[in-house]
């Protein structure tokens, strides 16, 4: 089980769930000092220490290094969960040239996804409700660091992991994938703001552990009991709305992706 965005928040809550079913557990967070903090408590909650591996999403080849560091570790991995993600609180554009919340919570993850793909047996991509605000233009990924609004290129990352979750069930038959959203969940999201980061800790919002219930049941559930490229919250199937269900547009969407990430369409 490789679980990215593992330091903290839902992705620590779900790998400490997993360690503790008997999983094996590989790691993935951007800064070295918490993701051996959330390796000690994995092991302290299973007994075993997971393997862990740095990347930062904001950088293309971090993800590419990444890939190439677990395929030459890991000859099956049996889920991929897709957990990593931000809250952009202003205009940031990556050493990529994309504006940082479509690279961090879809592009990165999409490439990562493309190049362990063949070993991969189920993908689990959190996604959100968010994606009610999302405005994506497959021919313009760039269009939130125009008239930015965090919460408007947040929802437009947010819808297009739903789209890449569905297409990539229709174009990768031999990957179980599904995305899901974990509700509003009291995380390390928004900690560059006091104002967002206070409303955070103050708001009666669900812990990472409730939040990250949804991601370890399709992690362990029966493909037979679950819909194909669905979006599930609180371990039941949702319908997104129809801008993050549309098939021609989650196909320009992953065109524009491989091009934007340099593999082939």
């Known amino acids: 089980m490789l679980v990215t965005g593992a330091s903290s928040g839902i992705g620590l809550a779900a790998a400490i769930d997993l360690a503790r079913r008997g999983d094996q557990l590989v ?21 075993e220490r997971p393997e862990m591996f740095r990347a930062d999403f904001a950088a293309l080849d971090d993800v590419r290094r990444l890939a190439e560091q677990v395929r030459a ?15 952009v609180l202003q205009p940031i554009t990556t050493v990529d040239g ?23 047996g189920r993908m689990v991509v959190t996604a959100s409700g968010a994606h009610r605000s999302g405005t994506l233009d497959p021919d313009d990924l760039n269009r939130p660091l125009r008239r930015f609004r965090p919460m408007g ?23 179980d994938s599904y995305c899901f959203h974990p509700g509003v969940v009291r995380t390390r999201f928004g900690n560059e703001s006091r104002l967002v980061s ?33 979006y599930y919250f609180d371990c039941r199937p949702r319908r997104p709305l129809r ?23």
């Open 27 to 47: 790691l993935v967070g951007r800064d070295p000092s918490r993701l051996r903090a959330a390796a000690d408590e994995v092991r302290e909650a299973s007994g």
């Open 98 to 120: 994309f504006e940082l919340s479509i690279q961090a919570n879809h592009l990165a993850p999409f490439l990562l996804s493309n190049l362990l793909a063949d070993r991969v």
């Open 243 to 265: 801008k993050a269900s549309d098939p021609q547009l989650a196909a320009r969407l992953w065109a524009a992706s491989a091009a934007a990430v340099g593999l082939p369409a």
């Open 153 to 175: 290129a947040y929802g437009t990352s947010k819808q297009a992991n739903i789209l890449f979750t569905a297409e990539a069930a229709r174009r990768w038959p031999d990957v």
């Open 198 to 230: 206070l409303g955070m800790r103050l708001l009666p919002l669900r812990g990472p552990v409730k939040g990250a219930r949804t991601l370890v049941w399709l992690a362990n559930q029966d493909r037979a009991r679950l819909i194909g490229g669905g």
């Open 73 to 87: 570790a890991y000859d099956r991995i049996d889920v991929l969960a897709n957990n990593a993600g931000a809250i």
